[in-house]
């Protein structure tokens, strides 16, 4: 144990002093955001989205960084490897962005989804039913107890939701879609709008065959989870650094991401490589936004889990702001800070709570702090950012906002 332990001293030694001689490259990151004009029939698209490749009309992964978790750590399981129909993957694009879904009609997926926010929504505590407008600057309907995770990777994620109640995506779609607080919906509002509108009817047929005469609300859901599944993030430059670019990341970000592994920091303990999440709860003791927040013991009723939350995943974590459960850490470096303080024990955290032994107080210099968010930097990927339809079946609003989305890319 002692001599791994010296190994790994002076490993870390030996990239530090190296990271320090190399000259800091800055490599400009690669985004997209587009809005399309969908075929005027709606017709569904068998094209595979970026970051699909077809293999026997169907739609798989294209790995072309990650060869497999078992070799690069992390999940320590082997690859997904779904098979989407790539028509069903379109179909669940539409319904995702349009707001005949809700009960009002006025709120979709997409409102707390949004491909300018990196499939989050960009606030605190996200609002739901009766709520206008979307993003930052959504006011007024329903103001809800946590914030939108992302949903880059999560086909990759076991348990959906902060306090991980959903153990599928087919099961998360329906807590949104049902809840009076959020959409507001049912299975027979659904259905009957649906079925009444000849596009989406023709849609469905197209997407799952002529003998599926009637759209339920099992194929709305089948549909969207399709979509989100296609929602894939692993062609960032601390992959093509892995793949054995060496020029990918700059001396600073190999500094962070020695930090980011280290004995001090232990970040890479809860959001390992490739995908930067061990998919586990762990409870580290961030602050609530109003009243208290049990997590995942509210689900399990364990008090070993009073304040545990689903570890994220750190992909993107740039375009993600704020961040944890309640949204209480604006940026990058106050989620740091706070770690760095101790967690929850150096931020008044309730004293009940049983917090992860390696969230402890860690004394980073200034220096160490900004080459490790630097380091986080070199997890963001877009690439694969699904188009937004400019128009949906039901000829209802999309929600479609440039202005947010440069702001954010300027910053």
């Given at each position: 144990?002692?001599?791994?332990?010296c190994?790994?001293?002076?490993a870390?030694?030996?990239?530090?002093?190296?990271?320090?001689?190399?000259?800091?490259?800055?490599?400009?990151?690669?985004?997209?955001?587009?809005?399309?004009v969908p075929?005027?029939?709606?017709?569904?698209s068998?094209?595979?989205?970026?970051g699909?490749?077809?293999?026997?009309?169907?739609?798989?992964?294209?790995?072309k960084?990650?060869?497999?978790?078992?070799k690069?750590?992390?999940?320590g399981?082997?690859?997904?490897?779904?098979?989407?129909?790539?028509?069903?993957?379109?179909?669940?694009?539409?319904?995702?962005?349009?707001?005949?879904l809700?009960?009002?009609?006025?709120?979709?997926?997409?409102?707390?989804?949004?491909?300018?926010?990196?499939?989050?929504?960009?606030r605190?505590?996200?609002?739901?039913?009766?709520?206008i407008?979307y993003?930052?600057?959504?006011?007024?309907?329903?103001?809800?107890?946590r914030?939108?995770?992302?949903?880059?990777?999560?086909?990759y994620?076991?348990?959906?939701?902060?306090?991980?109640?959903?153990?599928?995506?087919?099961?998360?779609a329906?807590g949104?879609?049902?809840?009076?607080?959020e959409?507001?919906?049912?299975q027979?509002?659904?259905?009957s709008?649906?079925n009444?509108?000849?596009?989406?009817?023709?849609?469905?047929?197209?997407?799952?065959?002529v003998?599926?005469?009637?759209?339920?609300?099992?194929?709305?859901?089948?549909?969207i989870?399709?979509?989100?599944?296609?929602?894939?993030?692993?062609?960032?430059?601390?992959?093509?650094?892995?793949?054995?670019?060496?020029?990918?990341?700059?001396?600073e970000?190999?500094?962070?991401?020695?930090?980011?592994?280290?004995?001090?920091?232990?970040?890479?303990?809860?959001?390992?490589?490739?995908?930067f999440?061990?998919?586990?709860?762990?409870?580290?003791?961030?602050?609530?936004?109003?009243?208290?927040?049990?997590?995942?013991?509210?689900?399990?009723?364990?008090?070993?889990?009073?304040?545990?939350?689903?570890?994220?995943?750190?992909?993107?974590?740039?375009?993600t702001?704020?961040?944890m459960?309640?949204?209480n850490?604006?940026?990058?470096?106050?989620?740091i800070?706070?770690?760095?303080?101790?967690?929850g024990?150096?931020?008044g955290?309730?004293?009940?709570?049983r917090?992860?032994?390696?969230?402890?107080?860690?004394?980073l210099s200034?220096k160490?702090?900004?080459?490790l968010?630097?380091?986080?930097?070199?997890?963001?990927?877009?690439?694969?950012?699904?188009?937004?339809?400019?128009?949906?079946?039901?000829?209802?609003?999309?929600?479609?906002?440039?202005e947010?989305?440069?702001?954010?890319?300027?910053?």
């Open positions: 144990m002692k001599s791994h332990f190994f790994g001293f002076f870390s030694l030996i990239l530090f002093c190296y990271c320090s001689k190399v000259e800091s490259k800055i490599i400009q990151e690669t985004s997209a955001f587009e809005v399309v075929p005027s029939d709606f017709f569904l068998s094209i595979c989205p970026s699909w490749k077809k293999q026997n009309q169907f739609c798989v992964i294209d790995y960084y990650i060869v497999s978790l078992e690069n750590g992390g999940l399981q082997p690859l997904p490897m779904p098979k989407l129909d790539p028509r069903v993957i379109d179909l669940g694009r539409y319904l995702f962005f349009d707001p005949i809700s009960g009002d009609k006025q709120l979709s997926c997409a409102h707390c989804h949004h491909p300018a926010y990196s499939l989050s929504d960009g605190k505590q996200s609002i739901g039913n009766g709520g407008g993003g930052p600057n959504r006011k007024d309907g329903v103001t809800l107890k914030s939108a995770p992302s949903l880059w990777n999560v086909v994620m076991k348990n959906l939701f902060w306090d991980g109640r959903a153990s599928s995506l087919e099961d998360q329906e949104p879609l049902y809840s009076p607080e959409m507001g919906s049912s027979e509002i659904i259905e709008r649906l009444a509108l000849p596009f989406y009817q023709k849609m469905f047929r197209q997407a799952y065959g003998k599926e005469k009637k759209i339920t609300a099992a194929l709305v859901i089948d549909a989870s399709s979509f989100e599944r296609s929602l894939v993030s692993f062609s960032s430059r601390f992959d093509k650094w892995s793949a054995g670019d060496k020029k990918a990341m700059s001396s970000e190999l500094l962070g991401y020695n930090v980011f592994r280290s004995f001090v920091a232990r970040c890479a303990e809860c959001h390992p490589p490739p995908m999440t061990n998919n586990v709860f762990a409870t580290i003791g961030t602050l609530d936004s109003g009243e208290r927040d049990y997590g995942r013991e509210s689900i399990t009723g364990q008090e070993l889990l009073r304040g545990s939350f689903r570890v994220p995943t750190l992909r993107n974590i740039t375009k702001a704020p961040y459960h309640s949204g850490l604006e940026t990058l470096e106050e989620v800070n706070f770690y760095n303080e101790g967690g024990r150096g931020n955290a309730s004293n009940d709570l917090i992860h032994w390696h969230v402890r107080k860690m004394d200034e160490e702090i900004k080459s968010i630097s380091f986080l930097g070199t997890l963001n990927d877009e690439t694969n950012m699904p188009k937004i339809p400019k128009f949906v079946p039901s000829g209802l609003p999309v929600a479609i906002e440039f947010s989305y440069h702001h954010r890319s300027s910053k």
